[in-house]
């Protein structure tokens, strides 16, 4: 099955700082997604990137993907206090029906 | 839109009863799955659905570990005899094939 491992495991940087998460994967895949969590809830979808996709941006959100190296990286820009929750990433299997598994996610603390 | 409801939301049960956790996905969406969180920890995946295929039970960790759907709504989750070990949040998402996953807030499980 596939596997989304992400780096680091934790990260504290002050307000307005840009903060950088990486994930890594085993096997081929149709897309990759980020999701954020807040302490005590579900996860909530941050943007998709296809394996035909290099970059994409979403606010200050900006994912890149390299399927080359099997990984991918979630750039938050200008973060804010509120960014600061646990991220994840996930892979999409390439054929139909497939399962995705989620990484230890990285939990990011903005300081005010 | 309603979106992926789970209930309970919290649950304390007695070592050694059963319980039923319950999700109720979002109408049309042929994929939900059942993942398992403990406290700091990533999300560990449980059992996959999709559409009218066999379910991959493949992260099921003991036969006290069930789970049914009937045909592309409720989903349960039963737990038998259970241990403190399996003392966690419960979290539930459904999505289209290949599309993002919408979670549910969770059902916490304390075991005493």
Redesign the interface.
Known sequence: ?QQGEEDPQALSIQEGENATMNCSYKTSI??L?W?RQNS??????LI?IRSNEREKHSGRLRVTLDTSKKSSSLLITASRAADTASY?C?T?GEL??Q?F?????TRLSVLP | GAGVSQSPSNKVTEKGKDVELRCDPISGHTALYWYRQRLGQGLEFLIYFQGNSAPDKSGLPSDRFSAERTGESVSTLTIQRTQQEDSAVYLCASSLMLKPLHFGNGTRLTVT
Not at chain 1, 40 to 45: D, M, S, Y
Not at chain 1, 101 to 105: A, D, E, M, Q, W
């Open positions: 099955s149709n897309n997604q999701y005590g809830r579900g996860l909530v979808h998709l994840f996930a999409v139909y029906g399962n598994v989620f990484g230890p996610g």
